[in-house]
């Protein structure tokens, strides 16, 4: 109707315009009246053809209007039928319930084993050693069989279904529509997924084991023990950028244990300055206290006596990816270098 009536109002429109008209041909008119077209001759010297049984109209009878612009469709919104409507969806890919299906099928007409297996997405060989069936395995008609129980994945803590799809190899669509999931595939811990007959459980593969770091050598008479085995990353003092470290950085990895340097009493053990992550501050004789800083947990309370070598914490991650112990030696409230009582050469 739109279409329609943008056409007419073009036409009168042209019409009614003062200024000569263009050749126009109204054969259709003609074919349908039946009448001979005559050729005619308006004041402006266009030859317009029209037809003989359809006189023209008053200029009155057809007042001008001015034509409107067509509205362009909307083709994010569409017309007519969306083709998300043509979509295959979850229970045309699967139109059995994955968990739940029957438990025996009667075999039809030119049925083989394989369109059973897929069409219950089942393994062939399991389907097979239910019936205890032999070569060639030709099916009669009318024959019932005992389906095997699906293969199930019970869905473990903080396993998403992207990761159930790579542990057995599987499409991660193809797995959603046979348990006749939609986006955005949530699964929560104790969830039982169907796995295809395709599923191929995948060979764990071992974690390389970690390469151990020596110990930093330390002389006999070193006051402290080193809180945490690794290399010294920075050194008591002055740093590259004008940054300042009162203390040692020593480098080792997330979770490492970090142990007391000394006997002594912990005297805090919190997260109160987040610029040293958790820290831990333990007492000890002579009036010394060390600091242990950038850890991401406490073992220890604050009041509780420690020995030397006792794990007080555990390593943690900073910002920048790095995982590095503070560690700093006060006495009598002053900032000393660590290194000459951990028995460091220079």
């Not at 059995?96 to 039809?108: I, K």
């Not at 394989?114 to 030709?138: S, V, W």
Request: aromatic share 6%; net charge neutral; proline share 11%.
């Amino acid at each position: 109707m739109k279409r329609g009536a943008l056409l007419l109002a073009l036409i009168v429109g042209g019409c009614a315009s003062a200024q000569p008209a263009p050749i126009s041909y109204g054969g259709h008119a003609a074919a349908r009246s039946g009448a001979p077209a005559e050729p005619r001759r308006s004041d402006g010297g266009a030859i317009e053809y029209r037809a003989a049984a359809q006189p023209p109209a008053p200029a009155e009878a057809a007042p001008a209007r001015a034509a409107t612009p067509a509205q362009a469709p909307d083709w994010a919104e569409g017309e007519g039928t969306p083709l998300s409507a043509y979509a295959l969806q979850p229970e045309d890919a699967q139109p059995y319930d994955p968990a739940r299906l029957p438990r025996t099928h009667r075999v039809g007409p030119n049925e083989s084993l394989y369109d059973i297996a897929t069409r219950y997405q089942i393994p062939l060989r399991a389907l097979i050693d239910q019936n205890r069936l032999e070569p060639p395995y030709a099916l009669e008609q009318g024959r019932e069989l005992q389906l095997p129980p699906p293969r199930v994945h019970t869905v473990e803590r903080g396993e998403t279904l992207e990761d159930v799809a790579r542990r057995y190899n599987v499409d991660l669509r193809s797995l959603a529509l046979l348990n006749r999931m939609q986006r955005p595939y949530s699964v929560s811990r104790g969830d039982r997924i169907v796995l295809p007959a395709t599923a191929r459980e995948l060979p764990a593969v071992p974690e390389p084991a970690p390469t151990p770091r020596p110990p930093v050598a330390q002389s006999g008479d070193a006051r402290f023990a080193m809180p945490l085995r690794g290399e010294i990353a920075a050194r008591f003092g002055a740093q590259p950028g004008g940054v300042r470290i009162d203390g040692v950085e020593i480098a080792g990895r997330e979770g490492d244990a970090v142990t007391a340097a000394a006997d002594g009493d912990v005297v805090y053990a919190g997260d109160d300055l987040p610029a040293y992550g958790v820290l831990i501050l333990v007492r000890h004789a002579d009036h010394y206290v060390t600091a242990y800083g950038f850890n991401r947990r406490a073992l220890v309370r604050e009041g509780q006596r420690v020995r030397a070598g006792q794990h007080i914490a555990e390593l943690g991650g900073r910002p920048d990816g790095s995982a590095r112990l503070l560690f700093q030696v006060r006495r009598d409230g002053a900032v000393v270098d660590p290194a000459p009582l951990l028995g460091l050469a220079d």
